[in-house]
Nanobody, 115 residues
Framework: QVQLVESGGGLVQPGGSLRLSCAAS????????MRWYRQTPGEEREFVAS???????FMISSVKGRFAISRDNAKNTVYLQMNDLRTEDTAVYYC?????????WGQGTQVTVST
């Protein structure tokens, strides 16, 4: 079993910044990529960004240049630095890993971008 705990969400004005964290614990040996997804009510969960053990990153075009994903392997933690936030970034953000074919999700952290 893998446990994922996200933190760092909140309310921010457009143009502001937030940094999300996701700490993994439990049976974490063998985890490669760590991912961030987001979901708004009534919509499918959307992939946002990923980072491998070796530091290779990938993110969707709508957040490129504004978001950055990083990882501290010693702390088993992945981060999502979100800058220049827009109202359309409002969502619940989830951390995700796959280990031995099983998918694990955190509980999610709410990000609200609003005036």
């Amino acid at each position: 079993q893998v446990q994922l705990v996200e933190s760092g969400g909140g309310l921010v004005q457009p143009g502001g910044s937030l940094r999300l964290s996701c700490a993994a614990s439990g049976s974490i040996l063998g985890i490669n990529a760590m991912r961030w997804y987001r979901q708004t009510p009534g919509e499918e969960r959307e992939f946002v960004a990923s980072i491998t053990n070796g530091g290779t990153t990938f993110m969707i075009s709508s957040v490129k240049g504004r978001f950055a994903i990083s990882r501290d392997n010693a702390k088993n933690t992945v981060y999502l630095q979100m800058n220049d936030l827009r109202t359309e970034d409002t969502a619940v953000y989830y951390c995700n890993v796959v280990r031995e074919g099983a998918e694990y999700w955190g509980q999610g952290t709410q990000v609200t971008v609003s005036t």
